[in-house]
């Protein structure tokens, strides 16, 4: 029976999943494949760390390129996460002709371009199931569902970290720092959680996701996003209010000459699907011509369900090498389309909430109304309240009609200049769900 | 360059979409695959019809075996829906070494054990993507990227008209009879609703996916299932004082030694992802070992979203034909497990919503609860209202605890009989989430 060999670069968590799920379905995967599926290399940092599965001590190495190296090793699988040296290994392996399976979205938000050109030219594969939306089978259904369709759009909730916490922040009434306290000590959360919860990490994804979708190269650098550490329970509270949950959205639009690519807290409404998708868990919904609306959800890291997509994408190189096909182009976009700039964020034209922190004195909402007026922004709902405590400013939030950023941001600069402004303005965007 | 040649059974909207699909995209398919996908033959059963599509006079016949006996045609599509001659088509293209596409999920619930063993003989594949949820790239995703996972549960909105019912009927409290004749007036239901909102077509496929994600075979004459045609705008009312709302759900529960099937209104809570499954389209949630909870969303059927989940199978089918691989054995569920007894819908462990219509005297409370403690069912909240209409019985609604369904309807059974009882008791089973 032939053997399919796999070399792993790393093995934390996810690795152990994987070596651990491949020993459970053992005879499942050599039934489906006719063929067995085997680890032959590992490389970690620290050949005596305690492991959570046991792993033959002849195949661990400390030297990456033992791996890489590895004539037996047809599949490389890199889990070590990181840009570098993750892709120094990755084209290493690609260069060898060797199929890659990745989890590391920051990887390919950077480097993907360089990967997939590297892979075309070697004439092999890079799968990347779990680099987004951990376990849920989301990058396969883009590609290969979807074949025959074109997505317009693609919107997900695809850093668990910052859902968990702004679900606890909505059920709660709690503070941020309060829950990322608790995060952390949950392990929800890293012991620096700048990457998850400033929205980098939804970036990286975002780039992956679009990359994919739209059929273009992504400059990564272009990507804009915002985290959702400035929310407060104030914003909560007026969310509730208008009927809308505060969501960390990663929104992708293809807008045919150029694309919008933006990750912020978003109002959202309470009966959008989007809304009900709580804690940990991750979604990506999907706008395309020919289905329709589609959603995808589940869990979106954890060691079992990243470990999950990581053999699936194993088992489909698989099947291409037993087939000896000349590779079945996963890697490459369904229908190459011509490259389009990215939209900076001035362009956006949507909905905003905006809180301002002013003293309570006579005239302020006028010259507030004006400002916006100025900047050609209609307002959709006021919001103006008795100030409780005294050392605090009074609250006016306005919820604008559909209004462009540029104007927005030069507005509140000018607001941010008036005398009576005594805190900075909250922005939150709201995303408008069709009918 | 190699050719794929299809042949159709049927041109309907779902097979002028398929044609339309595969001519819009057909250098994207012809990228990706390094061949061509041609349509070769079309069966219909009026030759002269006006068709959505324009195709090719000489391709067309009316005699289905025109298209299972041509040669040039490798994979067949079947979309003439329904059980006869369907299977005998099917089964005639099998026999023939073609592979089969079909969106027939009455074809795959009453035959599908014969048409895999015919499959499995002929070495052959029949892909049935668009059976169950339409577009929804569903079947791949819980064949594929699951394959190294093991479902638990499976627990679908199934069928879109029904669900669009029971949307209308929870937002604006009109009644079963008014909605459904503007479905059927909007062409989201048929002018015989029977299969739909009686639940057979849910059952149809809850069928279709026990047998992929459990790995066994199902005798669907042993599936339960109950339609949404009994439900009144009270018992909207009391699911909304209660938290819930009622979706027409297709259960699926593999117990080990045997599995649960059910077909059912019920009451779900408000904030769970499937409460928020509106209008037409469909979801199906799933929990299995490694991944956790996951679920798919999208249009569960129209002429488009179905002809791209045709599309995408005969893309696949594509590929294994051109690797010349001895089939991906896709129809062949990943892990064959033993065959288990359906279990019978009296062993069913639920809590219940029962509406009783009972003349207003004393003592009748009493009555009820004491039937239903005599049969071992406990209750967790009632509400006796006034009566308000002279001429309608008064309402009790108790809500219990879990309790068997024998016992339920045994003291069901009972309380008919009491002179009191003036109205058949409503039942609603309720579907409790995990925390």
Known sequence: MRVIGLGLLGLGNVGAGVVKLLADNAA????????????????????????????????????????????????????????????????????????????????????????????????VEIYYEASVGGGIPLIRALREGLASDRIDEVIGIVNGTSNFILTQMTEQGRDFNEVLAEAQKAGYAEADPTLDVGGGDAA???????????????????????????????????????????????????????????????????????????????????????????????????????AVAVVSDVIEIARTLLAGAPGTRASVPRAKRPERR????????????????????????????????????????????????PQRPASVVIVTHRARESNVQAALAAIGKLPAASEPTQLVRIYETRP
């Open 28 to 123: 499942a995967i050599e039934a489906r494949l006719g063929a067995r599926v085997e680890v032959r290399r590992i490389a970690v940092q620290q050949a005596e760390k305690r492991r959570l599965v046991e792993v033959d001590k002849k195949l661990v190495t400390t030297r990456a390129r033992d791996v890489i190296d590895d004539p037996s090793v047809d599949v490389v699988i890199e889990l070590i996460g990181g840009t570098e040296p993750a892709r120094e290994y990755v084209l290493g392996a690609i260069a060898k002709g060797k199929h890659v399976v990745t989890a590391n979205k920051a990887l390919l938000a950077y480097h993907g371009d360089e990967l997939l050109a590297a892979c075309a030219e070697n004439n």
């Open 204 to 306: 990286h994804k975002l780039a992956v996701l679009a990359a994919l979708c739209f059929g273009t190269k992504i400059d990564f650098t272009k990507v804009f996003f915002e985290g959702i550490d400035k929310l407060t329970q104030r914003d909560f509270a007026y969310a509730e209010r208008f009927g809308y949950t505060i969501k960390l959205l990663a929104i992708g639009k293809d807008h045919g000459d150029s694309i919008e690519l933006r990750v912020h807290p978003t109002m959202v409404p309470k009966r959008w699907l989007l809304a009900s998708v709580g804690g940990v868990f991750n979604a990506v919904y999907v706008n395309s011509q020919a289905l329709g609306q589609s959603m995808y959800y589940g869990r979106g890291a954890g060691m079992m369900p990243t």
């Open 342 to 389: 990215i939209r900076d964020i001035g362009e956006l034209e949507s909905r905003y909430y905006l809180r301002f922190g002013v003293e309570d004195r006579p005239g302020v909402l006028a010259q507030l109304a004006g400002i916006l007026g100025d900047h050609d922004i209609s307002i959709a709902e006021v919001v103006q309240e008795g100030r409780r405590d």
